[in-house]
């Protein structure tokens, strides 16, 4: 499958425990892009990266999440003493650099906190 | 800044019967327009895409939208819908950032 793959799909912690998303672009793909998605709503942009640079981030993306994108390719979210509030969907979409208006989503992480 | 609304929350329509779903925009320059369909549970898949040129696009599964500048509109349509269409659909434009804005969603709804 050469799609944007997401790791895991769900996700159930406890409020205060860390969690660790990965996304895995499609091949060849230099942007990516993390979105936050709550019941009822659609997508919000959380940060954006270019190669490994973190070009933007929203106001959403509070000082508990990080991001990153070490060698270009992956990248994980991190979420930091989790809060029941961070309960959403969490998608991953990535974009060529001739196509980059385009985005490839993947099928997102589920997370739950409890 | 740029913003999409998508007035209508739930549509429900009979199996076969035609579609429309609205999709208004506010962005100050020219406007690079989607629409994405999500299944319960599922990531989105890009249905169409306008950037420039013809203002009335086809898409995968049999969709079209048309853009209307003076309206500010990229309403969605189908002439027959089938019961698999059921799904969440976005509208969404790509503008400052490199970054989709999204609708709220309309969910659809087929009746057989």
């Known amino acids: 499958d050469t799609g944007v793959s997401q790791d895991p799909r769900h996700k159930i912690t406890k409020r205060g425990q860390n969690v660790t998303f990965r996304c895995d672009p499609i091949?060849?793909?230099?942007?990516l892009y993390w979105y936050r998605q709550t019941l009822g709503q659609g997508p919000e942009f959380l940060t954006y990266?270019?190669?490994?640079?973190?070009?933007?981030k929203s106001r959403l993306l509070s000082d508990r999440f990080s991001a990153e994108r070490p060698k270009g390719s992956f990248s994980t979210l991190e979420i930091q003493r989790t809060e029941q509030g961070d309960s959403a969907m969490y998608l991953c979409?990535?974009?060529?650099?001739?196509?980059?208006?385009?985005?490839?989503f993947g099928p997102g992480t589920r997370l739950t906190v409890l | 800044a740029q913003s999409v609304t998508q007035p209508d929350i739930h549509i429900t329509v009979s199996e076969g019967a035609s579609l429309e779903l609205r999709c208004n925009y506010s962005?100050?320059?020219?406007?690079?327009l989607f629409w994405y369909v999500q299944s319960p549970g599922q990531g989105l898949q890009l249905l169409l895409k306008?950037?420039?040129?013809?203002?009335l696009v086809q898409g995968i599964k049999g969709f079209e939208a048309e853009f209307k500048r003076s309206q500010s509109s990229f309403n969605l349509r189908k002439p027959s819908v089938h019961w698999s269409d059921a799904a969440e659909y976005f509208c969404?434009?790509?503008?400052?950032?490199?970054?989709?804005?999204f609708g709220t969603g309309t969910r659809l709804q087929v009746t057989l």
């Open positions: 979409a990535s974009a060529s650099p001739q196509g980059a208006n385009e985005q490839f």
């Open positions: 091949s060849e793909h230099n942007r």
């Open positions: 990266f270019q190669n490994e640079a973190q070009l933007e």
């Open positions: 962005y100050g320059a020219t406007p690079y």
């Open positions: 306008y950037f420039s040129g013809d203002t």
């Open positions: 969404a434009v790509w503008g400052t950032a490199s970054k989709l804005t």
